[in-house]
């Protein structure tokens, strides 16, 4: 079970835009910034947002990040093929003093 | 930028390793790092960071007296010393940078440690 709720998954058909939602607490995202990875499979995660909604140099823009509270979403607009992945989010909890991910979303694209 | 993990086995239940990830790209003396396990098919784990000159650490409470993360800026290396290993410290472990304070952004490709008898 972990601090941050994330559906295990989602769908959309190309060119749809799909949206994950992250929610947490006061302790982890109602105070620290959040991150949003991509794990591919058999990959290493790869970081697509960072500081709620900043995009790091080459990841596409139709990817976005926002945070209001103590959730966090990432959408994905213009959905592709190659979208098809896990999607973590991440953030800093005070409470426990450590780094906390998601369960992770895992996107199909049909 | 390039991590590289290495020293990830098969060890005994009770037993203990090294693991080294090698970095390169990028002024190492300057970043702080983390380690995130990850068992296969599962989601991620965070594990441990430390700062950049080494002297902050912070620790999982499932890995907390059993594990210890070192950094070597001399030699660009990031080491995880695990000891008195459980079967459920099974998984893949990464090493990662962190991005001044907000989080790992790259990271090293894995390495796998199983914990069986």
């Known amino acids: 079970q972990s601090v941050l709720t994330q559906a295990p998954s989602a769908s959309g058909t190309p060119g749809q835009r799909v949206t994950i939602s992250c929610s947490g607490s006061?302790?982890?995202?109602?105070?620290?910034?959040v991150n949003w990875y991509q794990q591919l499979p058999g990959t290493a995660p790869k970081l697509l947002i960072h500081?709620?909604?900043q995009r790091p140099s080459g990841v596409p823009d139709r990817l976005s990040g926002s945070k209001s509270g103590t959730s966090a979403s990432l959408a994905i607009s213009g959905l592709q093929s190659e979208d098809e992945a896990d999607y973590y989010c991440?953030?800093?909890?005070?409470?426990?003093?450590?780094?906390?991910f998601g369960i992770g979303t895992r996107v199909t694209v049909l | 930028v390039q991590l590289v993990e290495s020293g990830g086995g098969s060890v005994q239940p009770g037993g203990s390793l090294r693991l080294s990830c090698a970095a390169s790209?990028?002024?190492?003396?300057?970043?702080?790092m983390h380690w995130v396990r990850q068992v296969p098919g599962k989601g991620l784990v965070w594990v441990s960071r430390i700062n950049s000159d080494g002297r902050n650490t912070r620790y999982a409470d499932s890995v907390k007296g059993r594990f210890t993360i070192s950094k070597d800026n001399a030699k660009n290396t990031l080491y995880l010393q695990m000891n008195s290993l459980r079967v459920e410290d099974t998984a893949v472990y990464y090493c990662?940078?962190?991005?001044?304070?907000?989080?790992?952004?790259?990271w090293g490709q894995g390495t796998l440690v199983t914990v069986s008898s």
């Open positions: 500081s709620n909604n």
């Open positions: 790209g990028f002024t190492f003396s300057s970043y702080w």
């Open positions: 990662a940078r962190d991005l001044y304070g907000v989080g790992p952004d790259f």
């Open positions: 006061s302790s982890n995202i109602g105070s620290n910034t």
């Open positions: 991440a953030a800093w909890d005070d409470s426990l003093n450590g780094y906390v």
